[in-house]
């Protein structure tokens, strides 16, 4: 049986509520809360004898870009509560993982002057590429944890 889908990505941050003020920013929307004012208790798994996951306390909520909660696109965003989060160290740009979110708009332009003016700092400005048939022009900005995020706008030619 194919995959369907990608139901969301999880995203562990330090502060949920300061993470939560940020998405919503840029047009991202509460779907679920899970624990937000009373955290959540996690049993902890072990994946293949080297990877843990879950183990003590957290609050968690899901972010929405779209309102259907089998298609939307969906960010999970989750603070430790016990034990208490660690920011990570600056990760290397050839360093194996996730590495950025990208979120596709229309008119880049237009978006970066509508989010600089709600107070979100995106401190680069618009780089061009050509890729995939055409050019595709892009923003790199952190998050409140320094997870990167990418605004990119496709064109054909």
């Known amino acids: 049986m194919p995959i369907l889908n990608l139901v969301h990505i999880n995203l562990h941050v330090t502060d949920l509520e300061r993470s939560i003020a940020f998405y919503q920013k840029l047009g991202w ?10 955290p959540l208790q996690l049993a ?18 899901i972010l929405s870009l779209g309102d259907d909660p089998r298609s939307a696109t969906k960010i999970e965003l989750m603070q430790y509560v016990e034990p208490k989060p660690t920011p990570r160290p600056a990760r290397r740009p050839q360093e194996a993982g996730v590495h950025r979110i990208a979120m596709r708009v229309k008119d880049l332009d237009g978006t970066l ?7 979100i700092d995106i401190p680069d400005e618009p780089r061009e590429i050509r890729s995939m048939g055409g050019r595709q022009r ?3 900005f952190p998050d409140p944890d320094d997870n990167l995020l990418e605004l990119i706008e496709f064109h054909r030619s």
Do not use: C, H, N, Y
């Open 29 to 38: 929307k509460v779907m679920f809360e899970l624990g937000r004012s009373e």
């Open 44 to 61: 902890p798994v072990s994946i293949a004898g080297r990877i843990e996951q879950g183990g003590g306390s957290a609050k968690t909520v």
């Open 113 to 119: 002057t509508d989010f600089r003016s709600r107070g």
């Open 138 to 140: 892009f923003v790199l």
